[in-house]
């Protein structure tokens, strides 16, 4: 009777456990269109895909916010998502535009919104990497960085065997294309990234 008992109760608990862990999805990369739909939409973002461009091993969206002009870099925000994916590399790249005529004022509200759905959605795509702690450990380097919005910030961070890079340009008016990107790459991926090699950066 016991021993039923524990089976019982064991049983309940691989249940309990199973039914309150969330799977967490692995992505194939070069991630596809219905990847980076199904992430931003899983963000409650209002950001939609106005253009693509897909190559054996590296593909690259341009996001827009619904409410902006599609096909325009220059007005509203604009995001890319870039991707790399082989048997070497895996290689990320989550940035936010700014359109020019956006005061220093209006980048700073936005980027209370953007900068951790940037984190976000560059940690779940992929994968392996604790979005909020990254992000949190990102927040202690700016803490010690009061210049950062006149001077930009570059920030080199690694976990769980993986390489992450940050950088934010200046906010100053007279910079065009002030944005803030984040990168995240294995080893492979990274060596080339230093070395200025990766395509498209």
């Given at each position: ?69 599609p096909g325009r870099i ?95 340009t200046p906010l100053n ?29």
């Open positions: 009777m016991k021993k039923q008992i524990f089976v019982i109760i064991l049983f309940a608990t691989v249940l309990l456990v199973s039914s309150c862990t969330k799977t967490v999805e692995t992505y194939v990369f070069p991630i596809n269109r219905e990847t980076v739909e199904n992430v931003v939409r899983d963000k409650n973002s209002n950001w939609t895909i106005t253009d693509e461009q897909n190559k054996e091993y590296q593909t690259s969206f341009v996001i827009k916010d619904r409410k902006d002009e220059d007005t509203g925000i604009t995001a890319t998502i870039d991707s790399i994916g082989n048997e070497e590399e895996r290689y990320l790249t989550v940035q936010v535009m700014y359109p020019n005529d956006y005061s220093v004022e209006q980048i700073q509200e936005e980027q209370v919104q953007n900068l951790p759905l940037l984190f976000d959605i560059a940690s779940e795509i992929y994968g392996n990497i604790d979005s909020k702690a990254l992000y949190d450990e990102f927040l202690k380097h700016l803490d010690g960085n009061e210049n950062y919005e006149i001077k930009g910030v570059q920030w080199n961070h690694e976990v769980n065997g993986n390489h992450v890079f940050i950088k934010m008016n007279g910079i065009m294309y002030r944005k803030c990107a984040v990168f995240i790459m294995n080893e492979a991926s990274y060596e080339k990234f230093m070395d200025g090699l990766t395509l498209n950066q």
